[in-house]
Structure formats: C-alpha cells, structure tokens
C-alpha cells in the first residue's frame, strides 16, 4: 500500500482512537474522485504478537451466571463478552486479519509494514475509566510488551519461522511456529493439557484451513480480488473499495472499506464503523460504536 509506506517511513506518528456515541456521517466516507485502489488480496498463514488491532467484525459469546441477590433471591442473568484474540490467523492483505478464533481486524503492525522494522516503540496509553498504558518495543528480534503497573511484562523472541514467549503474564515457553515446510502454522502453549492445548492452521492449495470445533472453516483465495470462507464470509475487491459480506457472529451484512490518500474509512450501510484519519504525523481512529473510551498511540519508529 503506497501512502502507508509513506507514512511508515516518519520517525514519531501519533495515533489517536476516540469511541464515540454517533455513527459516522456521509462526510466522513471519501468521495469518488479522491479514492485510490487497495492491493491484490492474498491468503497467507500469519501471526501477531502485538494485538494492535481495530476490530472489524468480533466474535462474541454469551454465557449464564446464577447469583444471590441482597434479599436472598437467586437471579438469572446472561452476559456476552467478546471472544478474546488468538495469535495464529489469515493475512488476508491490506492490513486485514483473520485470527484462528475468526476475528476479523485491521492489524496495525501489518497495515503500516511494521514487521519488517528492525526497531521501534508503540506506546497505548487508555484514557478510559480505568487508564493505564501499554508499551511496545521491537528491537532486533527481540520485542517487549509492557503491560503497565499492574500487568507485568512479556518478552517475545522473533524467529525466522515462528516466535517464542518469554516471561510476564504468559508462560515462559509458549511457542508459535512454521512446521512441515511451512505448510502448517502452530501455536504450543506448552500447558497441561499437552496436544489438545495446541491450535493449528493449515495451508491448502487455494488457502488455509482453519480447524474448529464442530466445523473447519476453509479460506479460499479464488483470484487476487476474491475470498471465500463458505457462505459465512466473503471479501471482494473492487476498483474503488474492498466490499464484505459477513454471516458470522449470529447476523449477515455488508461491509464497505474505502480509502484515500489519509483516510481509511471501514462501515456496513448504517455507519456503524471505523475512520482512520492520516497525516504526515498523525493516525486517528474514530470509532462508531458507543463508549467513552479513548487512547493516543505513537509510533517512534527506528529508536
């Protein structure tokens, strides 16, 4: 992607994410005449580290919990989290990532070709209820997550085909590797369930497969603006946009993804998205999806 090689070569970039109570307007999608085309899209075993990602389409479970109350009444009640973020996952191109656990984002460090940095610091500060901040440093192979004051801190050595977890709330051997000649990616957490804590994805002749539970989920790439997960998922590229179409998560809709040369604009047809704003310094993220919660993130990269 042209403008983000662009802006990935500043020293310090701010990154901005505001969650607001509206959905964006009109306005804020670029028009036609100011929109460039996305690259080809592609489907590759991937991993991520980081976790810098802007949810795209989250999956969610829900669960029952049974309490007393003060008046000694039992109470039902349901709860729906959103499912947390696993580490193996889909390149699917332009920033999109698919994890194992079919969460769909924008990835960051892959939209702004950060992998390939040999150094550099993210620091997420969240100026929500709670605070706190977390930092990021790659130097080398080596990368560094700072969890904040109460969090600890994880050390991840980056290697040619996989990486290692070292340390801080993860355990101290977690491995993601390449194996059988790179045709399959694994995740080993080492634990106590010894093979059936480990998670795979597998390459295929037109994609990847994804095992899961009840059913394996099968990404294919039919042609470089075309991809396929059943009827449950499908990603077109267009000339002026990258159009979804999403079964998942207990509902279908259509999502449309545009971009100019700053701004990235990610919404379904009631603006319930994302806009990614840019400038030489500068990357906001507004958010359409309720809550008070902002954070400022910046990239000092090449330290």
Not at 3 to 12: D, S, W, Y
Not at 39 to 49: F, H, I, M, S, T
Not at 197 to 225: H, M, Q, V
Not at 256 to 278: C, K, Q, T, W
Request: net charge negative.
């Amino acid at each position: 992607m042209r403008f983000i090689r662009r802006i990935a070569t500043i020293f310090v970039l701010t990154v901005t994410a505001l969650a607001g109570c509206r959905s964006l307007e009109p306005t804020d999608i670029p028009d036609a005449g100011s929109l460039l085309p996305f690259d080809p899209l592609r489907v590759e075993l991937a991993w991520d580290v980081f976790g810098m990602r802007v949810d795209m389409r989250r999956q969610t479970r829900t669960y029952t919990t049974t309490r007393m109350d003060s008046s000694g009444q039992m109470i039902t009640e349901q709860r729906t989290e959103p499912v947390p973020y696993h580490y193996l996952g889909v390149d699917l191109g332009n920033g999109l990532f698919l994890d194992a656990n079919l969460n769909l984002g924008m990835d960051i460090i892959k939209l702004f070709e950060l992998e390939n940095k040999a150094s550099f610091t993210i620091v997420k500060t969240d100026d929500s209820f709670f605070g706190g901040s977390t930092t990021f440093r790659k130097n080398g192979n080596r990368v560094t997550i700072d969890h904040g004051t109460f969090g600890g801190t994880t050390e991840v050595d980056l290697l040619e085909n996989g990486a290692t977890f070292r340390g801080g709330w993860l355990s101290s051997d977690q491995d993601i590797r390449l194996e059988q000649n790179g045709s399959e990616i694994v995740y080993d957490p080492h634990g106590i369930f010894g093979s059936w804590s480990i998670a795979r994805i597998y390459k295929t002749d037109r994609g990847t497969r994804i095992p899961g539970f009840w059913n394996d989920s099968e990404i294919l790439l039919l042609d470089e603006d075309n991809v396929r997960m059943g009827n449950r998922l499908s990603i077109e590229r267009k000339p002026d946009e990258i159009t979804i179409h999403s079964g998942l998560y207990g509902g279908s809709g259509t999502y449309h993804l545009r971009r100019s040369a700053n701004r990235i604009v990610f919404y379904p047809d009631d603006l319930e998205g994302f806009r990614m704003d840019f400038s030489q310094r500068e990357l906001t993220v507004y958010r359409a999806t309720g809550g008070i919660s902002t954070y400022t993130t910046v990239y000092s990269i090449g330290e």
